[in-house]
Nanobody, 123 residues
């Protein structure tokens, strides 16, 4: 049974940083494409970043590029999302997920999801 356990969310002031973690069990993150999504109030879940199973593919949304960094620690079977220079518009619930198909920027391509962690950026 696949389980993705998330941690690292919280409240931060504009300009601050947070690091989200997604610890997996029941699958090896080294063998899966792992994605991050954000869902803001009243909006659909949107793509943030993805890291390929080989590590060679890393993609970001336009809003995340240059601010966020996705990485993976295979020994800890954990995926991370480092978020810097946060602004209020990045507030939302962040989800990690394991892809079952592509394209990887579509939420429907992901079969396993973490419970989400709230990120709130105050102005």
């Amino acid at each position: 049974q696949v389980q993705l356990v998330q941690s690292g969310g919280g409240l931060v002031q504009a300009g601050g940083s947070l690091r989200l973690s997604c610890a997996a069990s029941g699958l090896k993150v080294s063998k899966y494409v792992m994605g991050w999504f954000r869902q803001s109030r009243g909006k659909e879940r949107e793509f943030v970043a993805v890291i390929g199973w080989s590590g060679g593919t890393i993609l970001y949304s336009a809003s995340a590029k240059g601010r966020f960094t996705v990485s993976r620690d295979n020994a800890k079977n954990t995926v991370f999302l480092q978020m810097n220079s946060l602004q209020p518009e990045y507030t939302g619930v962040y989800y990690c997920a394991a892809a079952s198909t592509y394209p990887y920027h579509y939420a429907a391509s992901y079969a396993s999801w973490g419970p989400g962690t709230q990120v709130t950026v105050s102005s």
